[in-house]
């Protein structure tokens, strides 16, 4: 069963704290991306990446950090410099980055990120 | 500056009505347009694609038009259902460049 798939659906944070969103893929695509959503905001991006071991800062990648080891994950580290985490969180992917502007790109379930 | 507009913000229609969504944009150069459904706390998923060369193209009840002239979508939705219920997004994309993404139009289908 081909898609991408996030985890966890529901994330808690204490402010102060660290915490890693799992992104997985296995449609073979080598472009990833990651947006944030807030409510009556259109989505935003965070990082991309159209390869492994290379990713692009979007616009809005202050306090937030990814690395991209393998083609299938993408997980994206929310730090404490992030001044308004909370969020509706969502991974996309696409054949490849020109593809993802010019065709389609495949989102996730999301993770929605909470701080207490 | 580009932007993609979208009307009205929400909108409560009854089960087997039709309705039509807009979306302005300003983004240039122009590569292509997209609709995309998403459910309350899940990701978007893709309706329709249509480039600059393409007027209109459907989806099962859901139709979108392209006036590349005038720079304005629509999505018109047939015979609405109590599923139907969701957030429509309009992206569009900036040739070779990126996607901007609309705030979406909240549809509630009530029986």
């Known amino acids: 069963d081909g898609g991408i798939t996030q985890s966890p659906k529901y994330l808690f944070r204490k402010e102060g704290q660290n915490v890693t969103l799992s992104c997985e893929q296995n449609?073979?695509?080598?472009?990833m991306y990651w947006y944030r959503q807030d409510p009556g905001q259109g989505l935003r991006l965070i990082y991309y990446?159209?390869?492994?071991?290379?990713?692009q800062k979007g616009d809005i990648a202050e306090g937030y950090s990814v690395s991209r080891e393998k083609k299938e994950s993408f997980p994206l580290t929310v730090t404490s410099a992030q001044k308004n985490p909370t969020a509706f969180y969502l991974c996309?992917?696409?054949?490849?980055?020109?593809?993802?502007?010019?065709?389609?790109?495949?989102f996730g379930p999301g993770t929605r990120l909470t701080v207490l | 500056k580009n932007q993609v507009e979208q009307s009205p913000q929400s909108l409560i229609i009854l089960e087997g009505k039709n309705c039509t969504l807009q979306?302005?944009?300003?983004?240039?150069?122009?590569?292509?347009l997209r609709w995309y459904k998403q459910d309350t706390g899940r990701g978007p998923v893709s309706l329709t694609i249509?480039?600059?060369?393409?007027n209109t193209k459907s989806n099962g009840r859901y139709t979108a038009t392209l006036d590349a002239d005038t720079k304005q979508s629509s999505l018109h939705i047939t015979a609405s259902q109590l599923s139907d219920s969701a957030s429509y997004i309009c992206?569009?994309?900036?040739?070779?460049?990126?996607?901007?993404f609309g705030k979406g139009t909240t549809l509630s289908v009530s029986s």
């Open positions: 249509m480039t600059f060369s393409e």
């Open positions: 996309a992917s696409s054949i490849d980055l020109a593809s993802g502007i010019q065709y389609e790109q495949f």
């Open positions: 992206v569009v994309s900036e040739a070779g460049t990126a996607l901007i």
């Open positions: 979306c302005n944009y300003t983004v240039s150069p122009f590569s292509n």
């Open positions: 449609l073979n695509h080598d472009a």
């Open positions: 990446s159209q390869i492994v071991n290379d990713f």
